[in-house]
């Protein structure tokens, strides 16, 4: 019976323990805000609030009554509780410098990853200009070649032609040689035949004159 008893017991405490919300874990928030007095106590009047993670310079502490004497970056000097002193920041600024670092170190990345993009994009151009030039390079160079065979070409072909233009010239010359020479050879032709003609004609006239006379004389001589 007793055991039954306690049976029941323990069931209806489960039970009406089971009806209560589960525990959740939580954090003390390190978010404080100091008061910063004109003197070392809470009577004193307040100057302003300072936020945990506030960089203050210190200039005088007393251990009897808890407080120190800071001097916050806008030159504003007071009082405040040594206990919220401390030689380094918040674990929660010093996440948030680390957490900023980070982002910056990220942006930085992908900044650094699209330049990497642009230089590799850069890189294949300038790798296809390249290319594109040293084609070209060639190109140039056959042409240029090609100009200097056919400028030893055409330096042949002036040298040549300067030589047909002298022999040419010596042909001239000879051929006005041999017409002066055919020229004179006719004049002294017709010459010739001209007195060759005149003593013809000459020696016929003569003959005339002297072939009757003889006629005459061989009769005489017929009648003695």
Not at 4 to 12: H, K, R, S, W, Y
Not at 142 to 155: K, W
Not at 188 to 215: I, K, M
Request: glycine letters at 8%; zero cysteines; a neutral charge.
């Amino acid at each position: 019976m007793h055991r039954v008893t306690g049976a029941l017991l323990l069931a209806l405490l489960l039970g009406a323990t089971g009806g209560a919300p589960a525990a959740e874990t939580r954090y003390v928030s390190d978010r404080i805000e100091v008061t910063l007095r004109t003197g070392q106590s809470t009577q004193h009047k307040v100057r302003r609030t300072l936020m945990s993670g506030t960089e203050v310079e210190l200039l005088e502490t007393d251990s009897d009554t808890g407080y120190s004497r800071v001097r916050t970056e806008d030159g504003t000097e007071g009082w405040m509780l040594t206990r919220y002193l401390a030689r380094l920041p918040s674990a929660r600024d010093r996440l948030a410098v680390v957490e900023k670092r980070l982002a910056e170190l990220k942006m930085a990345n992908r900044e650094l990853e699209a330049r990497l993009d642009e230089l590799a994009a850069e890189r294949a151009r300038l790798t296809e200009a390249n290319d594109r030039l040293a084609e070209a390079r060639d190109r140039l160079q056959g042409e240029v070649e090609t100009i200097r065979r056919n400028a030893r070409d055409a330096l042949d072909i002036v040298d040549e032609n300067e030589r047909l233009e002298r022999g040419h010239a010596a042909l001239e010359e000879r051929v006005r040689e041999l017409e002066h020479e055919a020229e004179a050879l006719r004049s002294r032709t017709r010459r010739d035949w001209f007195l060759t003609g005149a003593g013809v004609l000459a020696g016929g006239l003569a003959l005339g004159l002297v072939l009757p006379r003889l006629r005459r004389r061989r009769g005489l001589w017929g009648e003695w």
